[in-house]
């Protein structure tokens, strides 16, 4: 009689204990939808264009635009052409293996502004001291002023190379230096002695405009690169970005 009754006994325990795991199961499932699921397009939208949102991004686009005026102020290049791009993209479902982050936040946005200005290519050295002047101003009186680019060893031998005073600042049989960079900014612009040139490209076609999750903007729209080069000579680029300038993360 004992042996026929303990697996009857040790049967049922096990079916209880499944039982029971799967209500557990069934109860965590709602739990976890709730709290660990993805940022809705909905909860997107709304995140994107509340109050708080809407001043960060106007902050960190107000910034950057100054910087793009400021090149066009007080250095001789021309402004000609400005290009926006703002995205807001949602978190992802709570990632449980190979973690990638993108699970720790409920949204995150960042904007990228670049600006294309024409130049006379056959005053490029005295264009590029102009800059180096003017951030050499700025830097003495701010730290984060809109040119960060000052009067240094190399940057002093660059503008000797393009008036045609000394060599190539980065040595010899190297390529045509084409930009100066920053952690802030980076500018840079058509080759000018390299055999072939290497011109600053177009812009990319604004593939998706839906504010105020993503903003795509060509100011002037008609106005291409080509057109400032036919115009001026030559052409610079000045990149800037605001990295995460709007970001909720999911405990916050």
Known sequence: MTTTRLPRAASGGRRSLRGLLGLLLVLAVPACSAEDRATSPEELRELAGGTEAQETRNVAEDYLRTTVRAYDKDTPLVLGLTTVNDLCVGGAAREWFFPSGDDRYRIRCSLRITAYYGADPKRIGDTLDAVLTAGDHD??????????????????????????????????????????????????????????????????????????????????????????????????????????????????
């Not at 177009?202 to 504010?211: H, I, L, S, V």
């Not at 999750?213 to 000579?233: F, H, I, K, M, Q």
């Open 139 to 252: 830097v003495s009186a701010s730290p984060t002023g809109p040119i960060p680019f000052g009067h240094d060893d190399y940057r002093t031998r660059l503008v000797s190379y393009y008036r045609g005073r000394g060599p190539n600042p980065t040595g010899p049989d190297t390529p045509e230096p084409f930009q100066l960079s920053d952690p802030s900014q980076t500018l840079s612009w058509d080759t000018l002695r390299s055999s072939p040139k290497t011109p600053v490209q177009e812009t990319g076609p604004c593939t998706e405009n839906d504010p105020p999750v993503t903003r795509c903007l060509r100011e002037p729209a008609s106005t291409t690169v080509a057109d400032l080069r036919r115009r001026y000579g030559m052409v610079f680029k000045l990149e800037m970005s605001a990295p995460d300038y709007y970001q909720v993360f999911r405990d916050g």
